[in-house]
């Protein structure tokens, strides 16, 4: 059985570590971050994040149950992130919209950390607030509950799928990277239309498109369905 966390403010170090540093969950959370983002998921361990924070790895543990579950802390922190600031409008679409492009955001501003997080359960405070937050906002709307877990279902699956893929691009060596966008043009660009006439025809465009996110247009396309179906339920009230 697992030993239990207890709650920070009886689990902080009382005496900073040999840097003068008094630990902290959120200041783990931070460090883990900036480890992933210059080394990598195989560079984040136990053993280097101590030495990073100065403190024995073992210390750690005071704070998190383990390395798995200080990758979720790290998901709702990204959470977090994205959602600081955020109010709602009363204009559903416009504050869906909001939610999911700041998600997003906050993914792909830490690639490395996305790989890791996207496709996790975090069940903390931030990711809770969001997903409250999406749901509020439905249901506010008058979607039914069947369509507002539906839409919800969608939307929080397309926002997290698009930081994944967008974040393993990112991710990449740069070299990788310039070459898989150079691909639009030095190959597709020069296919012949007797051959392959629907490339031909669209390559400038998707030279342009191909090398950003299409999370926003997806986005955009959810959002429509969305109020596609809300204004056929507004109809059969009416009719």
């Known amino acids: 059985m697992p030993k239990p966390v207890v709650p920070e403010d009886k689990r902080r170090r ?23 983002r210059e080394h990598g998921s195989a560079g984040l361990t136990a053993r280097r994040l101590g030495l990073a924070l100065d403190a024995d790895p073992s210390t750690l543990y005071r704070y998190f149950r383990g390395m798995d579950d200080l990758t979720l802390a ?30 997003h955001a906050a993914y792909v501003a830490h690639p490395q950390a996305a790989q890791l997080t996207a496709n996790r359960v975090t069940g903390r405070a931030n990711e809770l607030a969001a997903d409250e937050a999406v749901l509020d906002v439905l249901r506010t709307a008058g979607f039914p509950l069947p369509d507002t877990v539906r839409i919800y279902h969608a939307f929080i699956d397309q926002t997290l799928g698009f930081a994944a893929l967008d974040a393993a691009s990112l991710a990449l060596p740069s070299a990788a990277l310039r070459a898989d966008e150079d691909m639009w043009r030095s190959t597709y660009a020069r296919l012949p239309r007797t051959t392959h006439p629907r490339i031909a025809e669209a390559a400038p ?12 247009t997806a986005l955009d396309m959810l959002l429509d369905s969305a109020a596609a179906r809300l204004a056929a339920l507004a109809a ?3 009719g």
């Open 74 to 103: 790290i998901g709702d922190a990204l959470i977090g992130q994205a959602l600081d600031g955020w109010r709602p409008t009363g204009e559903w679409r416009a504050d869906l919209r909001a939610i999911g492009l700041r998600i």
């Open 205 to 216: 465009l998707l030279a342009t498109r191909m090398v950003t996110s299409a999370y926003p």
């Open 14 to 36: 009382r005496r900073p570590t040999r840097s003068g540093t008094v630990l902290s969950e959120r200041l783990i959370v931070e460090t883990a971050l900036r480890m992933l």
């Open 236 to 238: 059969l009230e009416a």
